[in-house]
Nanobody, 122 residues
């Protein structure tokens, strides 16, 4: 089982940038597909971005061109670089892992973290 813990959330003005990190420990991290998800108050959780063990990626349409997911297998860390942030990006962001070879933001994941809050103001 992989344990994950998010960090890097905060408050930023619209148009700004933030980088989220997710530190993993446990079973070999490099074998997992990793994903970032978010949930805003009163809304369903949605997949934001994912990256598989071969570093192929998938993004939600709402963040394409603005967010970049990456992974450092030597350090067991997952990143989400978020640029051109919008108020609608405000949500709790979660990191999750799945023992699957190809990722999709629409797949189910397990090994969830506790989340990190991102707030974007006008």
């Amino acid at each position: 089982k992989l344990h994950v813990e998010e960090s890097g959330g905060g408050s930023v003005q619209a148009g700004g940038s933030l980088t989220l990190s997710c530190a993993a420990s446990g079973y070999p991290y490099s074998l997992y597909s990793m994903g970032w998800f978010r949930q805003a108050p009163g809304k369903e959780r949605e997949g934001v971005a994912c990256i598989d063990p071969s570093s192929r990626t998938d993004y939600a349409d709402s963040v394409k061109g603005r967010f970049t997911i990456s992974r450092d297998n030597a350090k067991n860390i997952l990143y989400l670089q978020m640029n051109s942030l919008k108020p609608e990006d405000t949500a709790m962001y979660y990191c999750a892992a799945a023992f699957i070879p190809v990722c999709s933001v629409k797949y189910n994941y397990n090994n969830w973290g506790e989340g990190t809050q991102v707030t974007v103001s006008l």
